[in-house]
């Protein structure tokens, strides 16, 4: 019990590390600098929509983003791209009777 206590410690350290220093290794083990990517409360304060929302457009493919972990990472291209056409309807959506 103590080893496995240990092990998702020590998980939990390591994708804290990678998350919070916004460095990220790709598949050829090179350091990508993560300056120019934005998480989903950062788009969310930008677009004035709820987090849960940003990830909803992510999901669904209508914002590009990566997911990292279980972190959605938006470019800041994509996001200015995104910005420009994007108008936020408030309320549920229409049901068809």
């Known amino acids: 019990m103590q080893d496995?206590?240990?092990s998702i410690i020590d998980r939990i350290?390591?994708?804290s590390y990678y998350c919070f220093s916004k460095v990220i290794f790709n598949d050829l083990s090179i350091m990508v600098p993560l300056d120019n990517y934005f998480n989903v409360i950062e788009v969310g304060r930008r677009?004035?929509?709820?987090?849960?929302?940003v990830k909803r457009l992510c999901r669904q493919g209508d914002l590009p983003a990566i997911k990292f972990h279980?972190?959605?990472l938006i470019a800041g291209d994509d996001l200015d791209n995104f910005?420009?056409?994007y108008i936020s309807k408030r309320g549920a959506r229409k049901k068809l009777i």
């Open 13 to 15: 350290n390591y994708l």
């Open 70 to 72: 279980n972190t959605w």
């Open 47 to 53: 677009l004035r929509v709820h987090s849960e929302t």
């Open 4 to 6: 496995l206590l240990f």
């Open 83 to 85: 910005a420009g056409t």
